[in-house]
């Protein structure tokens, strides 16, 4: 697999379905690209306000208010869509659809919109897999 062409360039990820639970996957990804250098936003609507790994959690992509370069989805295949189109309103550069999600409607309105996708893949297995090294953090 290849990494989209604009990961040379990422900096902030936003997780959709970031979860509070450590025994989730979404936060273990999440600590893992925190700790490999990028500014990471958690957005899940059933917890926004709280704090996830010291970020507050945001209600929908939107609300982000700042560039964001990769959306990494943790949402069934039929609720990616919705994230894939928020992602496209947010002006995102690529999409990232976790392993087990596949959604080729929502793919294609991505890459229609310009932005890159990768879909039914781990961002952390292919960061350990690529031996990718750890970025610069991201700058406020």
């Known amino acids: 697999m290849m990494l989209p ?8 990820i ?11 996957p979404s936060h273990g990804v999440m600590a893992f690209l925190q700790r490999h250098g990028f500014k990471v936003i958690p957005v ?18 939107g609300g982000i208010g700042q560039p ?3 959306v990494d989805i943790f949402r069934r295949p039929q609720a990616a869509g919705e994230a894939v189109d928020e992602a496209i309103a947010a002006g995102a550069k690529a999409v990232w659809l976790q392993l087990g999600i596949v959604n080729e409607e929502a793919a294609a309105r991505a890459e229609a919109a310009g932005l890159k996708v990768v879909m ?19 700058r406020p």
């Open 120 to 138: 039914d893949s781990c961002i952390k297995i292919e960061i350990v897999r690529l031996r990718i090294p750890a970025v610069e953090p991201a």
């Open 5 to 12: 062409s604009c990961w040379g360039d990422a900096r902030t």
């Open 44 to 61: 899940n609507p059933q917890i926004a306000g709280e704090q996830v790994l010291g970020e507050t959690v945001v209600s929908d992509l």
């Open 68 to 70: 964001i370069d990769i």
């Open 14 to 24: 936003a997780v959709v379905g970031a979860s509070d639970r450590p025994s989730r």
